[in-house]
């Protein structure tokens, strides 16, 4: 049996102001009946956060939500955690479920952490007895020994993530809802989080995940729903789901950008950044490659005007967003000039020498001084393997070229270069 049954459900917000006091629901009531006697439209006092979605999620599975602001990604985390009931359709939940959807919910800013790891505890179900026999193990995993006694509103927005975060995923639930707070965390504390959701989802946890982190979606999500406007637009494993939605984005990029004549485009707008290519040694793009392999990354562009000299930086950043290295034209010393029209900008690395794992290049242009930046993009990911196979992702940031050497007195020396 599924841990968690979507059935046709939608859900139906009504905009403006709500009141509860009875003569404001009156008078609410009063003015429907006058529309509908007027025959006037009250459709634009309606949205569908959700229509019509359908989806099960079985024992140990990870399923993530993507899609733009307002798609309804969080709308059906809050009708699984029974905050809101839907209009139509059914939600099933099966098991002990455990919620991380807005940040410092459940928790009292006046009690100390101490007073909130029992309070939220009780909350999500746990007796007084469970709690205490956790409460160690969720102030190690939030690292907040230190404050554990200080209340929580002294508590900065990623501290309070910490606290959270460990007392959700600290009681073992049957399913975890994750909506995007991890984004608050350092990026040490993000990698933390992915490995003990890892380890709930490898003992039979199942998760539902909400991101605008595509890097942290792949690295914990097996599958992935696609949300527009609180409809169902694809889905499948995480890897295609994302690159529907990647696609999606470019191509209404593409539209706004080539919607005017290049030589009247947006005040304002002197160049734009239209496409970061990751390619290999004969130019073809690729979303995998070896440590060991060369790699070029491409930064297509289209200017509106001559611009003369400029400068283009180009950083990579790891699915967990840690910077793993940065290039800039100015300090390699390469002159660029840019003229009005389409051109590129290369950079190879010869070998790429990233570690295994999952990872974007973003670019800039910038101004001749190379201070203020003119456009900036970034590239689809790309996933570098190891030169040999089985070891974990995120273990270094790069595998370097390099020569071992060994000496014995009885025997000559031996050295080999990789």
């Not at 968690?4 to 009063?30: D, E």
Request: proline share 3%.
């Amino acid at each position: 049996m599924p841990v968690i049954r979507f059935s046709n459900v939608s859900k139906l917000y009504h905009l403006g102001l709500t009141r509860t006091s009875v003569p404001a629901m009156l008078s609410s009531w009063f003015r429907r009946v006058a529309l509908r006697a007027s025959d006037r439209p009250a459709a634009a006092s309606r949205f569908w956060a959700i229509h019509d979605v359908t989806f099960e999620l079985q024992q140990g599975q990870s399923l993530a939500l993507v899609g733009p602001n307002g798609a309804g990604k969080s709308t059906i985390l809050k009708l699984l955690a029974g905050i809101t009931v839907p209009t139509s359709g059914r939600v099933e939940v099966n098991g002990k479920l455990s919620a991380l959807i807005e940040l410092g919910a459940g928790f009292h800013p006046d009690l100390t952490g101490h007073e909130n790891i029992y309070l939220n505890g009780t909350i999500l179900g746990l007796s007084r007895k469970e709690v205490a026999r956790r409460y160690d193990e969720i102030v190690a995993f939030s690292e907040l020994e230190q404050f554990i006694e200080t209340p929580l509103k002294r508590y900065s927005s990623g501290m309070t993530v910490r606290l959270g975060f460990a007392v959700a995923s600290c009681i073992e639930p049957d399913i975890l809802l994750v909506d995007e707070v991890l984004a608050v965390g350092d990026a040490a504390f993000r990698q933390k989080c992915i490995g003990r959701i890892q380890e709930l989802l490898h003992s039979g946890t199942s998760l539902i995940f909400v991101s605008h982190d595509m890097g942290l979606v792949k690295a914990v999500c097996d599958t992935a729903l696609y949300l527009e406007q609180g409809v169902v637009q694809q889905r499948g494993s995480a890897g295609s789901v994302i690159d529907s939605y990647h696609r999606e984005l470019d191509r209404r990029r593409g539209l706004q950008l080539y919607a005017e004549d290049v030589r009247s485009a947006g005040a304002g707008t002197d160049i734009e950044v239209t496409k970061i290519e990751t390619l290999d040694g004969a130019g073809q793009s690729v979303h995998k490659v070896h440590c060991h392999e060369l790699v070029e990354f491409r930064v297509n562009y289209v200017a509106y005007r001559n611009l003369g000299k400029a400068n283009v930086l180009l950083r990579v950043y790891r699915s967990d967003g840690l910077s793993c290295f940065i290039v800039r034209t100015h300090l390699d010393e390469f002159p660029l000039s840019f003229e009005r029209g389409k051109g590129t900008v290369s950079v190879v690395l010869d070998p790429i020498q990233l570690f295994g794992g999952t990872y974007y290049a973003v670019a800039w242009i910038m101004d001749a001084n190379d201070s203020d930046g003119l456009a900036s993009g970034h590239s689809e990911w790309f996933e570098v393997v190891n030169r040999v196979e089985g070891r974990e992702a995120h273990d270094g940031v790069f595998e370097p070229v390099r020569r071992w050497r060994q000496e014995q007195a009885c025997a000559a020396h031996t050295a080999r270069q990789l």
